[in-house]
């Protein structure tokens, strides 16, 4: 048994794999867009609005012209880029505040984790349409809104992590040889968390891609003429009757995206329970 | 934001019993939680819509008003005065339901919540029932045949039903099957007056039965279809397999041997021993689910031209009508914690265990 485990390690492990090729795939379609697409997605050519799909516009064309396969590639690093953003500084502060609260215990801990409370509360889309009311339309003040409504299910998560690690051997033999708190904190706890925190992390980027694209669809994220992933369907809405494939195409690339990380996260927790 | 990790599903201050004792206390700490998610929600959306970035006197002037008229709508929303007075006159309003007007309806903002709030129940209701009852029904399936074709078909819409964002499934299904074969109106909800019912619930379907008019009826159903169908397809993936995979843990445990052994039917093992352990993970998420669906229910709304709560906030929005977004912020925030302390309650009544 131990030994079948051996020689499959060291072939090249398909989870492993399946990670480098997303990293590298999506990594491609954020910085360097033009590669891949064959022409400018901002680029205008109305004698050639709802053309539909055809080897020289793999996706249509929408309606003033512009090619709906560029604008798809071209969007992905305001899409996946906000959605790496917003999942990328939740989790950090929630590390930090749900660490903290763990750490500190007592009164302090049982406030904080009251205030994590109260923001779970908050129902996210109606609370973000609020907080886009007044800061303003526009990417930045949705993905402060979103960062505000997610960073609380890390702090409950590394919360809960951090009090249970703090009960374990080697945090007492640190305290035991001398080790400072902080030491402690940094060193023997938190990098405790990070296997689950991936776990959450990976899967938080498709949940986090699915409320972004919500919230511009319904206008309140990336304004036009940004490629916006749920700006491109929204826009696709008035013409659902005269071409399907503006509405359809932008919603597979969202859905495949999005099912890659929930399959990757899945799989990551598989391995990390195992 | 979905949570489907145990530990973390019980929201408010339920979750540390130490010093809970009996159920007035349970009540007496319920309410006060209440109060404290309420005032943290007005208090923050307060705060927002006053760094509004439109001026709320001049937008409800209207464009054509001059200064002086400014000014003076300025002074009779009391825009004027400083913001701690502007705080507590808006609390003082909500105590007696007063969400202060509308600029966009010219209205009473508690009216138009009245108004819209039956449209999104009768959503929510139909579409929470459907949720509740299939999801369980294929969880058990599932479970107990965890083989086979239907296996992987649940699978299939399990993943699928997540991972696909809801606006998305909406525009399909209206292309699919409202714009190009006609079987389906395509958007918008039950028109009363066109088949001569009379608004007495309000909810299309309610007042449709009650006329006993069979074409309203089937009218009122046909509305339905398209937007239940992309809520239940978005939101039964989470109930199937967590009743699933709570069912399959319950059914190898010893006491549904034992109930076996003792020659007890299958069905009864199923139905009446396993599932009554098995559904308690599943109600904590149902009332989850519940309480999020007023928030939930925005974006279906919106693509069904339903004219329900949801597409009220979202025509607020779109009109920096500040007062109707803070009342919809407020009413959505008060629902979710009241149906998670309900939700808490029926959970002790399942399982006498938890205290």
Known sequence: MAESEKTARRSVDPLTLWVLVTVLFLGVLILIPGVLAPHDPYSLEVSNRFAPPSGEHLFGTDQTGRDIFSRVIHGAK??????????????????????????????????????????????YLIFAMAVAASLGRGLNSTLVALVLLWWPSYARMVRGQVKSILNEY?????????????????WHVIPHTYNQ??????????????????????????????????????????????????????????????????????????RSTS | MTDTEQDSLVVGPEHENRFSSGPTANFAKGLLWLLVVVLAAVSLTFILSRVIPADPARLAAGLEAGPDQVAQVRQDLGLDKPVVVQYVNYLGGLISGDFGDSIRTRQPVINDLLEALPASLELIVVSFTMIAGLGILLGIIWAYWPRGLHSVLLRIIAVAGSAMPVFWVGLLLQVGLAANIDWLPIAGSFNHRKYGVDEITGSGLLDSLISMDTSAIVEAIRRLVLPITTIVFHNIALTMTLMRSSMSEQLQRPYVQAARAR?????KVVTVDALRNALNPVVTMLGLQLGWSLGGVVIVEVIFSWPGIGLYAFSAFQAFDYNAIMAVTIIATASFVLINSLVNRIYRVLDPRIT
Do not use: C
């Open chain 1, 78 to 123: 305001y899409s996946i880029g906000s959605a790496l953003l917003i999942v990328g500084s939740a989790s950090v502060i929630g590390t930090i505040y749900g660490a903290l609260a763990a750490w500190y215990g007592g009164l302090a801990d049982r406030l904080l984790v009251r205030v994590v409370d109260v923001f779970l509360a908050f129902p």
């Open chain 1, 197 to 270: 925190l991936l776990v959450r992390f990976t899967l938080d980027i498709g949940n986090a891609l699915v409320a972004l694209t919500g919230l511009s669809f319904l206008g309140l994220g990336a304004q036009p003429p940004t490629p916006e992933w749920g700006r491109l369907v929204a826009q696709s809405k008035q013409f659902v009757l005269n071409a399907w494939w503006y509405a359809v195409f932008p919603g597979v690339v969202i859905f495949v995206v999005v099912l890659n990380f929930v399959l990757l996260g899945d799989a990551l927790r598989k």
């Open chain 2, 263 to 267: 020659g007890v039917s299958e069905s």
């Open chain 1, 170 to 186: 080697h945090v007492m033999a640190a305290q035991t040889l001398g080790a400072k708190k902080s030491q402690i904190l940094r």
